[in-house]
């Protein structure tokens, strides 16, 4: 859906969508669920509940409604067909019941059948008018010509963005949030200094990271990318340290820093959309050792062979970068909106000045 | 050809729509909620009229679409065919539901004698010429 807005507002390929927005739309739902309970309950056909209607109002399909049941409805079919109601009934129920808005749409849609102008090549109905084939013919004779995008519809096209706020991600992130406080707990255990173990290997986490962000923006769980991580480095017999810093959310110095305080001088940085580096103390911030760009497509897997290689680098080796194979997908455009508000979400925690904390990291339902 | 209806004339509904009446003659003008609050509208004045098809017929053919004017003729010849004849009729034209030519020839003069319905019986008297044609008389599905 998304995609073809685009294709609409930079392409001119006018879909003829214009999306309502959220209220207008639930307004509109709501109207109409009313207006035909009112109908049901004045022609005596049936009473829908509270309950019924307002499932039927914000559902997104037809699962998530609690509404009649097939059977009520061949028993409401079956009454109507009895008792001959007509549509001149269902409009006058209508207006009886205040609808009359409602009750004026259904006359015109009736009054379509007496002219039959609809009938002609390539109908149909827009603002209460037919047109067709005849009035409205296709003139495409090549590029330029046919349908040309006016300047009124050119702006309405260009100012149609559906809002993606900090609100709505942060709602959609706390429903995992549940989830992840049964597989993972993070307790901060004190002020992260500076380690001597030349085993030890520091995860730098950012300021949202488990704490009101919980999955990548692959839909992994967050829990389960450090378990990967964690488990990687120890496997090489190494020491993983869990250090969460607030004074950055970028991801270069969420790798140097950790990087500094590893006694191996390797550490890791890993932001909650799952964007990680690999980052060595004596270099450049933006100069990593490895960096995972590619977050809406980095797989469990590859968190695994990021700390694999980490604990590799630590041990002096060279490792084999780890690579993810991409097919082109176009991750930027389906992602930006979202990844700009969590990175805004990140750095509105940071603070300057900020100390990182050492966090003592508990793996829970499952053994480690 | 002067006094046929063009495509300047469409939409109907818009250009005449004192002219356009439904079956008891009740205009489009006089088909208004109030009229239908007070009970003066009826099913019958929300029904199309032969006249009407008629006329779509017309702004087809200057729209150079003769074919779909065909088709509206048709249809203005069957507004007054009960319905139960018209679905026996079309379940006869699937393929195989006639088992000889006759039961369509019935069919087609039904249409000319009784509902006066021409356009109609030579149509389906070509459908019969095609059907025997095509081996679809013979052929049960």
Known sequence: MEDFLVLQRDFEADGGLTPLPEPRAIDLRTRAVDAISAVFEELGLSKPTTDMKQSVIVASGSDETRSYTPRDVAGISESIKERGVSVIDVIKALAKRGFKEEAENLLSVVKLRVSGDYLQTSAMVRDGRVVSAVNDPNDYQGPGSGYRVSEERRLEL?????????KEVLRSEALHEQD????????????????????EVVIGISPAFGFNLFQTTAGHSLSAV????????????????????????????LGLSPAKLAGSGVGIGIQAKGTAVIHSRDRLPHNNLE?????????????????ANAAAYALDEMAQPVVMSTRGEAMGARCHARVALIYAIETGLTKEGAVPQNIEVLFMGEKS | MTGKLTIADYPLAETRSSGIRGRRGKSLDEITLAAVLSGDVTMEDLRIT?????DQAEISRSAMRPTLALNFERAAELVDVPQDFIMSVYELLRPGRANDKQKLLDVARAFRKTYKAVCMASFIEEATEVYERRGLFLRGF
Do not use: W
């Open chain 1, 158 to 166: 260009n100012s149609i963005c559906d809002v993606l706020d900090q």
């Open chain 1, 291 to 307: 960096l995972f760009s590619n977050a809406p497509i980095t797989k469990l897997e590859h968190y695994k062979g990021l700390g």
């Open chain 1, 180 to 199: 992840e406080s049964r597989r993972i707990q993070y307790r901060v255990v004190g002020e992260a200094t500076q380690g001597t173990d030349a085993k």
């Open chain 1, 226 to 253: 450090l378990k990967n991580m964690v488990d990687a480095i120890a496997a090489r017999g190494l020491k993983p340290r869990i250090v969460r810093f607030m004074h950055t959310g970028d991801t270069s110095f």
């Open chain 2, 50 to 54: 032969p006249k009407a098809l008629a």
